[in-house]
């Protein structure tokens, strides 16, 4: 089968960066419909936690198909989408216990922002630039990791006020990651005095990693920082956990990382070892401000998704997948760092646990998206399938599975430096 004699029945709006058709996965490897086998470095962005098919999410999905696919969670409850609330309840952190399925990403972020504007009876949303929510029309609204996303979506959600993120892109040149830090609070200081009261602003909504903006880490005195504004303000905190959560920075959740508990959480890509789920997660407190029918879905809590969540939090235990992401994450880096040495063009090597990013740059340190699409496609000729992130398209991310092995990291960087030789 050819993507070529289907493409005419698909909207070009998808950025596709491969014509592959997959046929099947396991684990860290992805078979075409030609046969032929890549690493795949993207597993759907993030979501495959577990490598594609893990034996214990298809034998989840599988037993739970053969008793019910659907019912409604708007009207009756299901065994495995209760236990799944629990068991997410227990692993979140602080106080955060009361839960909201939904279907994706986007959709999740909508429903926390609705959530916090009903909880505090307030209207403006403070998000950051370089951040990524989704592609709803409310999720874009609070979207600014590339204008492209926003293009014609005016107008968009009303009351959304953007505020720096402490990157390298966003601040002044030459400024370590404290100066970063002191400006960016600065910055949202500043929105608070001659833009926006804060006594109007419902929440602040980030990424506590940037994904999509470049897999940037921010320091830990900024995150603080804007805890701390927030509880001066009574604004709720919003951690957009849906790509750096669950496992991929080495924490359960990327918050963690700096000590900071949301008010409200969104959780979604590994939450369900591949199937569409993603979770609101907050306070039993806040959540009581929702009253019943100010939220709703239809597929949300969907007990096959469950089933599948609740295998791949039983295959966390078991397999010890922290552990292995701190381990495995610290390997990739070191040997990504010692590769930096050898060609000065990757400029930056950045992230926590699993979720990595090299970024490419000229000598002088303008980006060189050229040089990510060289290497790209020298890996794909290769044998492996990579993403890339940033406003300049000049970073790759690797999101390698999170029980990847070190024979498997191996693999993924002895196919990788076939790439930066092609540079
Ligand atoms: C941080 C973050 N939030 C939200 C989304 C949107 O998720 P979805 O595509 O499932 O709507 C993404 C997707 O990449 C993401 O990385």
Redesign the pocket.
């Known amino acids: 089968m050819k993507f070529e004699d289907y493409k005419q029945y698909l909207s070009p709006a998808l950025a596709k960066s491969t014509d592959l058709v997959i046929k099947s996965g396991k684990g860290l490897y992805i078979t075409d419909a030609d046969g032929k086998t890549y690493i795949d470095c993207v597993q759907g962005?993030a979501v495959n936690a577990l490598g594609h098919c893990h034996p214990a999410v298809v034998e989840a999905i599988t037993r739970q198909a053969g008793l019910l696919i659907n019912g409604s969670f708007n009207m009756a409850n299901f065994e495995s989408t209760l236990q799944l609330a629990k068991k997410l309840a227990e692993v979140a952190p602080g106080n955060l216990s009361s839960i909201f399925f939904s279907n994706?990403?986007?959709?999740a972020?909508d429903g926390a922002m609705k959530l916090a504007k009903a909880c505090s009876k307030r209207t403006s949303i403070i998000a950051f630039k370089g951040s990524?929510?989704?592609?709803t029309v409310g999720?874009t609204s609070v979207t600014a990791s590339n204008s492209k996303y926003r293009k014609y979506c005016e107008p968009q959600m009303g009351g959304v006020y953007f505020a720096t993120y402490p990157s390298r892109d966003l601040c002044p040149k030459g400024f370590d990651a404290e100066q970063r830090s002191e400006y960016c609070l600065n910055d949202l200081k500043s929105l608070f005095a001659y833009v926006v009261a804060p006594e109007t602003v419902a929440a602040i909504l980030m990424?506590p990693v940037q994904?999509?903006g470049g897999y940037v880490v921010p320091p830990q005195s900024f995150v603080k920082g804007v805890r701390e504004l927030c509880d001066q303000y009574g604004i709720l905190l919003i951690f957009?956990e849906?790509?750096?959560g669950y496992g991929r920075t080495g924490k359960m959740f990327a918050g963690e990382n700096f000590d900071v508990v949301p008010d409200i959480m969104t959780v979604?890509?590994a939450i369900a070892g591949g199937l569409p789920m993603?979770a609101i997660v907050s306070t039993p407190e806040i959540m009581e401000e929702w009253h019943p029918g100010m939220h709703g879905t239809t597929f949300g809590g969907n007990p096959v998704c469950a089933a599948a969540g609740l295998a791949v939090l039983e295959q966390f235990e078991q397999l010890h997948i922290l552990d292995n992401v701190n381990q495995m994450g610290a390997y990739l880096k070191s040997n990504l760092l010692t590769l930096q040495k050898k060609y000065p063009f990757m400029y930056d090597v950045r992230g926590l646990g699993l979720m990595l990013a090299v970024e490419y740059a000229h000598e002088d340190g303008t980006p060189a998206p050229e040089i990510w699409a060289t290497c790209r496609k020298a890996c794909l000729d290769a044998g492996m399938m990579t993403l890339n992130c940033g406003v300049n398209g000049n970073g790759q991310r690797f999101a390698t599975p999170l029980n990847i092995t070190k024979d498997e990291v191996d693999k993924v960087l002895e196919v990788y430096e076939i790439g930066l030789k092609a540079v």
């Open positions: 962005i994706g990403g986007a959709e972020n990524f929510h989704g592609r999720a990424e994904g999509e957009d849906i790509q750096s979604g890509k993603s």
